[in-house]
């Protein structure tokens, strides 16, 4: 059975940090790219930044030099350490497992509010 369990979210003021954990289980998670989308309320689910299983990472405009993600995978686990947090960064943020031939898994959620 197939998991991934993100934590780590929660509540924090303007210019905070969080760091966001995802761990896998039922994979074989070095053959994985792993992502982290975001969705905020009312609006679409959106890319936020990828691991490929080699370990390129890239990331979307509005997180860059904010953002990092990167990956353990002895503990089969990515991470997103979000710095200068701004209100709109507000979002449920999915952890995404793709092993680019069919495979594809999402977990939970978890809940991000940025606020004063």
């Known amino acids: 059975q197939v998991q991934l369990v993100e934590s780590g979210g929660g509540s924090v003021r303007p210019g905070g940090s969080l760091k966001l954990s995802c761990a896998a289980s039922?994979?074989?998670?070095?053959?994985?790219?792993m992502k982290w989308y975001y969705q905020a309320p009312g609006k679409q689910r959106e890319l936020v930044a990828v691991?490929?299983?080699?370990?390129?990472?890239n990331y979307a405009e509005f997180v860059k030099g904010r953002f990092t993600i990167s990956r353990d995978n002895a503990k089969n686990t990515v991470h997103l350490q979000m710095n200068s947090l701004k209100p709109e960064d507000t979002a449920v943020y999915y952890c995404?497992?793709?092993?680019?031939?069919?495979?594809?898994?999402w977990g939970q959620g978890t809940q991000v509010t940025v606020s004063a």
């Open positions: 691991i490929t299983r080699g370990g390129t990472t």
């Open positions: 995404n497992a793709n092993d680019r031939v069919g495979r594809d898994y």
């Open positions: 039922g994979i074989t998670f070095w053959l994985y790219d």
